[in-house]
């Protein structure tokens, strides 16, 4: 049973920070679980509500809690709640959907018209406790870490992307190694690429790249991307680019570097929008660009478990620091640093 | 067997214009075919090619003959020329591929890395006659009008692009219907699509996509194409469009009016890169964008052949003028005016 | 509010036949809705349960309220029911799923590990009265004929099959055009095949075909259908075959006529195992089978109304008969006879 | 330049053997190539040209020079061949196909309805020297083992199989692993499959099986293979097949340890019509089978070269026995011993 009150990190009003502050915990309604938080990773879109951009301005309605890549303990269960019992370690799908939308109705949840997310929409994860819907609880194999249970939310993502076409002996480019990238670096190798090749500005991204299974790096910082993709690929062109870093010019750069045919999977956010040369990137090479938003809903799930309990992908590396919940606003200096690929929080304490 | 010289509409100089001259009637090399040019229709890139624009400026060599769409019958093969007979009524396929690349080797000709257009790139269709390569050549029933056979080059391009994803009991906006824009409108009517919304900014041309099976219409010089589909659809939004306009308000608008998941068929070229929204109104809706060009070689053809000859496609209607070859200049002014569906240039005369 | 008790026709003992009873109307659970039946359509399967053959023998449990195809009006909420409203008039997806399990998480609810059937594993709508879950209830526009409603089950299995591949520009052939076969006839046409083909041993049936939009049809009781079909298709055969006869014969035959490449989709049920020359008839021509089994949750119902709302389908022309729910014994002998498309029991008297 | 005459495996008479005898060099026509054979593997249907069963009997005309697989030396070019240089080392894909049927011109040659395969329908690879279109050479790296390269005909088998569907945290059973089930194991393993199980009869095969990549093996001869690949999924059931096994039994025990909604790519031939319970095991489950014929060209040679060069898949292993050509007899007897993975004939001895 769970304790009436709880701490939790809040943004409590229109500007940038975050509180942590004593709230009452939550109880699960119909269809509803309790999720005892024991994991809290952070993404970069908390930054961007921490730090409280124009995004955060138009879309946060304070006060909220926040965070929403998590992992913990099931504890209550609401009336009807299906699916998952007290005492599962569980990840959480972090999309909560209607349901009765035409996509959530023809197996397409993850483009929802009316999702809610949390820690953005709706209260979050960095807290003792959460409650989400019953189908948004991923039971998890006893004894997994919860610091690797939290970042399935963000595997994930990566999983979404680099399945969306396949490639297995293709050549294949990660534009953008922050955390993402460097998960989908080791789905590409898992998956049998002829050639991993990842471009970043940062040289402790590129590393850990080549790291997770990067055959070849690229630093932007220092060299013209589309020569050196062209090169790396003896001329030949890339066959499919995972594009994680929502830059124009990466993205342009890397349209540059692709074989008449090639398909892109877009998953970086540019944060406005950006120019493209469509007819002569895009439609005289015939490329298809693929926009790729959240997991499917539980087809990714379901690939993303089997990758790691078959050991093809390992996680573990990208766990790179774990704090207590309440330094939080350390861990966002941290994350803003770029020295770090995934950051953990633990309610209770490191 | 073809006389010694022929007439010509050839760009002689870098400069706007053509001039008809008399040049040598050209012979069938290995695996070439000689055909006597019959009726030849004229595309927005000829007039792009006659008014020497920016691109062409930078892509044509003169002297060349302009054209490439065109039919006519064949009247010598070259040595070893197969799967084509003297005497066969023939449209072109106008792309002349390597046949060695990556593309060429992989079914996927239509984006052959080393593609030389007729009228472009080599010697093309407003000519008396007219060498292609025997495997160029798509032999057509006996007793077909040459100007329906000469127009099955951009037809292809419609079908083409329309195939490229499913379209039966989908809501379809055709954005753009000039003359490839009105085909597409009865290939979707034909698919069986929920709707076929066609949105343009002449009266004339969305008159003629009335014609050609739209269910509704809208003129964005007019009303607000975002909000009129919104409405047509029921704000359910669209599932697929079929971009013919190259223009980035259009594109922009149509994709305002997609629902999540949607397919856009990107054919239409932006004369120069275009500013997109990519994360809201791409990524963040799972949309798929695909790049078009050229016609599939030769599923293109196959699948419009049987869309004719099944009577569920006609596209008599669109073939709204014919003009002697010589009155090219007529012929250029017209295309220029908008009042005009396929004009088709008869090297004979009318 | 639904009387205390009510009418409805139940296979009562592990025998021949079915009574025609008083049981005590039905209560909606948690997330269930109680429908008041308007009109309940006669499927093979109903005849399969009423003769008692061997399948039923094995599969069903008496007592049970046979029937499954059905539309009705909401007349009650369970608790937490959602997606529809008191006073809808719905169709029923006759498939219960579990939603939990592997299929039913991915979007593939259709072939859900532990389906439970109307009429067959549980309590089905040959009666006054019938519960199901919310999410079962699809809604249709007011003023539907409820005998039309009935039958989107059935035409669901139609659009399901037929949709499994592209047929626009293809050369079709629907074996076996008994009601679900006849609605397939009309979508193929819809979809705009280059040629719809219809084999049965019906002339009654082959008739109603070419009504629904054959553009040929082939009497196997009268001549060979493999020489027949290729005959049609000119020596080219068939493309894609939508197989709804469960016949070894027919599928034999049906595979002899096709291209090399073709797709056959597969919901006609055999009755035991069958022979196929898998090595000439499937591998050595690069053949595709698809097993099809009832509809995609809910793409085809989507799908299907959208077809009939644009006018594209028509399926009235196969409403043949309307008995009283009493004449279930009259309605099953007709069925048998062979002399009828669907025949639709009205609970209320017609 | 290649000699007047050399040594040739022919199936000189419609009767069990072949005899090595003294043949003419063929000359190589317009379009095609000289090949001086330096490695040529035996296939199963090798022998069973040789032991002459019934197949050969109905498909082969003697006299002809046998064997099909194979590598060698470019010597000649015919006039117009192009995309080759004499000295370069090739491989054979050893379906020459017309150039202008449906399929072949629709990326299809694969499945060429007037297909000629080398050994079988024309003068084959067990020989100095041989002859085949320019198109049917695929240029390896310049210092490849002769006998590697000669075995990536049947690696473009297992490589069009395996990739006929995504296996990326699939669990993926391959139904009898002679070389092509083992090649098609490496690949499994290479893509990420979840789970790789092999099953077979022979523990020669097991053996190897497991060298090559398996997680899991099955012997068939011991324990009830549907049982067995059902504990080894957990009771999840296959999501993928690959049947290489002809076998009905075998591929009856496969399909019952499908999940549903699984794929089964089937390239083993039944040696005659086998009976499939096609309602139960096929379409109520949502199953797909796809026939698997040859390979795609060159999609699937492309893919095979990028899985090798990129030491994904290393083939290595499956070489067990090198022999002069003329022992041809001996190699036949350690195919049909079971003993053997690859066993290659070298021309000149070895």
Redesign the interface.
């Known amino acids: 049973m769970a304790v009436e009150t709880m701490q939790a990190v809040v943004k409590t009003a229109a500007q940038p920070g975050a509180a942590v502050v004593t709230r009452q915990t939550p109880r699960p309604g119909?269809?509803q679980v309790l999720i005892r938080v024991l994991a809290a990773s952070i993404c970069g879109t908390d930054h961007h509500v921490y730090a409280w951009d124009d995004w955060a301005a138009h879309r946060v309605r304070p006060p909220v809690t926040m965070g929403h890549e998590c992992a913990g303990e099931v504890v209550e269960l609401g009336s009807?709640a299906?699916?998952v019992q007290v005492g599962d370690l569980v990840s959480v799908e972090t999309h909560v959907t209607c349901?009765?939308c035409?996509?959530c109705?023809?197996?397409?949840e993850?483009?929802?018209?009316k999702v809610s997310i949390l820690g953005v929409d709706q209260d979050g994860a960095f807290a003792d406790y959460l409650v989400v819907p019953a189908k948004n609880a991923w039971v998890n194999a006893k004894g997994t870490d919860p610091a690797l249970a939290a970042i399935q939310e963000p595997f994930g993502n990566a999983v979404h992307t680099a399945?969306a076409t396949?490639?297995?002996?293709?050549?294949v480019a990660v534009i953008g190694v922050g955390p993402i990238g460097l998960m989908a670096t080791a789905?590409a190798r898992?998956?049998?690429?002829?050639?991993v090749v990842a471009v970043d500005l940062s040289a402790y991204r590129l590393e850990m790249a080549q790291r997770m299974g990067a055959?070849a790096v690229v630093d932007a910082s220092r060299e013209d991307s589309t020569e050196a993709l062209r090169r790396l690929t003896k001329s030949?062109g890339l066959d499919v680019v995972l594009e994680m870093s929502?830059s124009e010019r990466a993205l342009d750069q890397a349209l540059a570097a692709c074989?008449?045919?090639a398909t892109v999977a877009?998953?970086?956010?540019?944060?406005?929008?950006?120019?493209?040369?469509?007819?002569n990137r895009?439609?005289?090479?015939?490329?298809?660009?693929?926009?790729?938003?959240g997991r499917?809903?539980?087809?990714t799930w379901?690939?993303?478990q089997?990758?790691q309990?078959?050991g093809?992908v390992d996680l573990t590396p990208l766990i790179t620091h774990r704090l207590p919940l309440t330094e939080v606003a350390q861990a966002m200096d941290l994350l803003a640093s770029g020295d770090a690929a995934k950051i953990v929080l633990i309610p209770g304490g490191v």
């Open positions: 119909p269809g009807g299906g699916g349901g009765v035409y996509p109705r023809t197996g397409q993850h483009i929802c018209e399945l396949p490639l297995i002996g293709r050549r789905i898992a998956a049998g690429a002829e050639q055959d030949r929502g074989a008449n045919g877009l998953l970086g956010l540019p944060p406005a929008p950006i120019r493209i040369d469509l007819g895009v439609i005289m090479k015939g490329i298809t660009l693929l926009g790729i938003t499917r809903m539980f087809e379901y690939r993303g089997a990758l309990a078959s093809r």
